[in-house]
Each structure stands twice: as structure tokens, then as C-alpha cells.
């Protein structure tokens, strides 16, 4: 501690640094950089995490979506390549098993014309059931979502997103209670919805019209024909658990080989979030090699430098051995030169970093938060990544210093002399 404070040895150190400036600018140049790059890359790998996060939003890590196709295996009478589809038979028949919690029916209407007064647009019209909304939640800016009410009367009524809202609103009023016109039909605006979650949405939510999936069927003349089911399955049950008995029912239900693996078409959110944190654990992966690997090569760089500078101060090692120094002091000294040069090229690279990431999250936030009214993701390191970086610099300029010490322990006071 006492050495700490002694201005002689920083003195020394600074002599020792500054008698080759440019030498070992460029070498910690090195660390910077490769402190810098680690820093950088860490932070746009946990930026596109939590964007992807976002992305899930409130909806079941359970979910699943199935779809039917043409069979691939002839059963019970019925030829291959047949086609079959859902009905809202289906729908009840799934969520009563005791493996779902909710299931929604999927109407997909295409794209409609849509106009209040002066103002129109072309929208994507979607029929859902009211369990959708529990299935893979949007936020609700103004009233309600379409409910059991709405489904078993049919009424039109439709939830409309913030684009449509806009374009049919401009004066940014609620529109609930209010009508919109679709195609020939008149509806009655009962809610509005924000995108909150888009990972498994069929069209941009903000310029979606939700109507109740029965009043769907009805307008286009289908009967109980429906698209597709989600559905949540219980806490704590594999997705596959949940997607062979949802198989099993309706497959019995529609005489469909029970191993027809070709005959429904089915995406399982857990499967598709288990491969996204494979991709992003190999991404962080990456990046932790590449920029170790970097700042590996500036640490490399300050030991070159460092048995160099004892190559030149071999006298006065020597001399320094022969009046008594003790081993210890010679050892302390070389480190601390080693540690002063990569912990303050770590530190300032570190703290670049930080400001890079500073200046993407403001940028971020005008482009995408302000402007577009999107989730403020923020691309900045973590405190603990940040600890971790600062240890790294730490280890690292501790490792610099270990062989030029050792080096410089060996040189014996009396060639030491003797050397010119």
C-alpha cells in the first residue's frame, strides 16, 4: 500500500512509458481496440436479445399453431393426399382437452377496403375467437376486445389497429362506440390494439380489423370453415406433449392416420424460441472468441514491450539487485508498469464502448421509439457484463506484466554490470 503512494515509483513508471512514446502508444492501441470490440459486440448481441424478447411480448412460451394439409397415409377408407380442414367443432373439441388452457379459431379475409367519411384504406381483416387475445396479447389503447357476446350474436363489431386508427381517426379522439365501413358493411369500433407482441401475428397488427370469427364466417359464405387453431397449452407441459394430443383429437375427428406426419402443419413457438437462444448463444459465443481473441493480441503486445523495456534497463535492474533490492520490489515494479499501461488503454477503451452503445440507444430511440412509436430496446452492456469487462482488463494487465517480471528476476547483478 505504502508503494502505492510513492510518487517515485509513478515517476519511474511514467519515465519508463514515455521514454518510448510511440511504442507503446501502439501497443495499447492493441488492448483499446480489443476491449473496445468486445464491449461493442456484447452490446448489439444483448440489444438483438432483448429485441427478440419484445418481439414474444406476453404471449404463451406454450403457444402452437396448426394448420391442416393434405394427408400423406390412406386410413380407414379415406385415400392419400386427401385435403381436410377445421370447423369450430374443432375448436371446443381441443379446448376441452386437458392439456390446452386456451384455443382460438384463425379466419384470414385478405385485405378489405375499409372508410369513414373521406378517409379510407386497405386493411387485412382477421375472424379470431376471444381467446386469441389471452393466446398472444396486444395492448389495448381504448376499449375492449371482441368477446363470447360478440361471437355467439354475431355482432359487428371490430377491433381495429393504431395505423387504422390513425388514418381513420386523425384527430386521435376514442373511436370506441364509433363506425367504420367495410366494404358495404358497417361496424362499430369496439376497441383499439398497439403492437405489443409480433412473432406469430398473420399481418401487421397496427393495420389489422379483427371481427368475431362467426360473424367472419357468416360475411363470406364458409359455414364453420376455419383457417387455422391457436392454441396455449398449460403451464409447465411440453409443447410436444401438447401437440401429439391436439393431433390425436382432431386426427380421430376427420379420419387422418394418427403417424401422418404430413397431414397438419404445425409451428411451436417453445421449438422456434429453443432455436433463436441457440442462435444467440452461438452469436455470444462468437463474440466472446473474436474479442478475446483481440484484446489477446494487445496484452501479447504490452509483454513484447515490456521484455524489451527490461532488455534496455538491464543495468539498471542489475545495479538495483546488487544495492539490496529485493526480488519482490524488482517484481512489483515490472507489473505495475505492465498493469498502468493495459489497465488505463482497457479503461478508455471500455469507456468508448460505453458511448458508442450510448449514442445507438439515442439513435434507436428517434428512428424506431419516437418516430414509429416501437418498444424502447435499450443496446447497452449490462452492469455485470460491464464488472466482467473490467476483470478481463484487470487479468489481462496482470498477465502482460507476469513473464517480463520473471524475466527480469533472472538477470543477475554482475553481467548485469558488465553489460554495455
Known amino acids: 500500500m505504502t508503494r502505492f503512494f510513492d510518487t517515485d515509483s509513478w515517476n519511474e513508471i511514467w519515465q519508463t512509458v514515455s ?18 470490440m468486445l464491449t461493442v459486440m456484447l452490446g448489439a448481441g444483448m440489444g438483438l436479445g432483448r429485441l427478440f424478447r419484445q418481439q414474444l411480448g406476453d404471449m404463451s412460451t406454450n403457444t402452437l399453431l396448426l394448420q391442416p394439409q393434405q394427408t400423406a397415409i390412406p386410413y380407414k377408407g379415406m385415400p392419400r393426399n386427401r385435403w381436410w380442414r377445421f370447423n369450430n367443432d374443432d375448436v371446443e373439441a381441443v379446448r376441452r382437452l386437458p392439456e390446452v388452457l386456451h384455443a382460438s379459431a384463425v379466419y384470414w379475409a385478405g385485405e378489405q377496403h375499409c372508410s369513414r367519411g373521406e378517409r379510407k384504406g386497405d386493411y387485412t381483416l382477421m375472424g379470431y375467437s376471444p381467446d386469441y387475445q389471452r393466446i398472444n396479447p396486444q395492448k389495448i389503447i381504448f376499449g375492449r376486445f371482441i368477446n363470447e357476446v360478440d361471437m355467439a350474436r354475431k355482432r359487428k363489431v371490430c377491433v381495429i389497429g393504431t395505423q387504422v386508427w390513425k388514418d381513420l381517426f386523425p384527430g386521435g379522439e376514442d373511436p370506441t362506440g364509433r363506425s367504420i365501413r367495410i366494404n358495404s358493411s358497417y361496424f362499430t369500433v369496439a376497441g383499439v390494439l398497439r403492437r405489443q407482441s409480433s412473432l406469430i401475428s398473420f399481418s401487421n397488427p397496427e393495420r389489422t380489423i379483427i371481427i368475431p370469427v362467426s360473424l367472419a364466417q357468416q360475411l363470406f359464405g364458409r359455414g364453420d370453415y376455419v383457417h387455422m387453431l391457436a392454441l396455449a397449452g398449460r403451464d409447465n407441459m411440453p409443447s410436444k406433449q401438447v401437440e401429439q394430443a391436439c393431433k390425436r383429437e382432431l386426427f380421430a375427428r376427420h379420419l387422418v392416420a394418427p403417424d401422418d406426419e404430413k397431414a397438419a402443419w404445425v409451428i411451436a413457438v417453445s421449438e422456434m424460441l429453443d432455436k433463436v437462444q441457440g442462435l444467440f448463444r452461438g452469436i455470444a459465443l462468437l463474440t466472446w472468441i473474436v474479442g478475446l481473441g483481440t484484446l489477446l493480441a494487445g496484452i501479447v503486445g504490452v509483454s513484447n514491450i515490456m521484455l524489451v523495456t527490461i532488455k534496455e534497463r538491464t543495468q539498471e535492474i542489475g545495479i538495483r539487485r546488487a544495492i539490496g533490492a529485493p526480488p519482490g520490489a524488482i517484481l512489483t515494479q515490472i507489473l505495475t508498469e505492465s498493469f498502468v499501461l493495459t489497465f488505463i488503454a482497457g479503461t478508455l477503451g471500455l469507456a468508448a464502448a460505453v458511448g458508442v452503445l450510448s ?40 498477465l502482460a506484466g507476469i513473464i517480463p517480471a520473471f524475466r527480469a528476476l533472472k538477470i543477475k547483478a554482475v553481467d548485469a554490470i558488465r553489460e554495455e
Open 19 to 36: 521514454r518510448n512514446r510511440k511504442r507503446s502508444i501502439m501497443t495499447a492501441l492493441g488492448v483499446f481496440w480489443g476491449i473496445f
Open 359 to 398: 449514442v445507438a440507444d439515442s439513435i434507436y430511440y428517434q428512428a424506431v421509439v419516437a418516430a414509429q412509436q416501437g418498444a424502447d430496446i435499450s443496446w447497452q452492456i449490462s452492469f455485470g457484463t460491464g464488472i466482467e469487462a473490467l476483470a478481463i482488463i484487470v487479468a489481462g494487465s496482470l
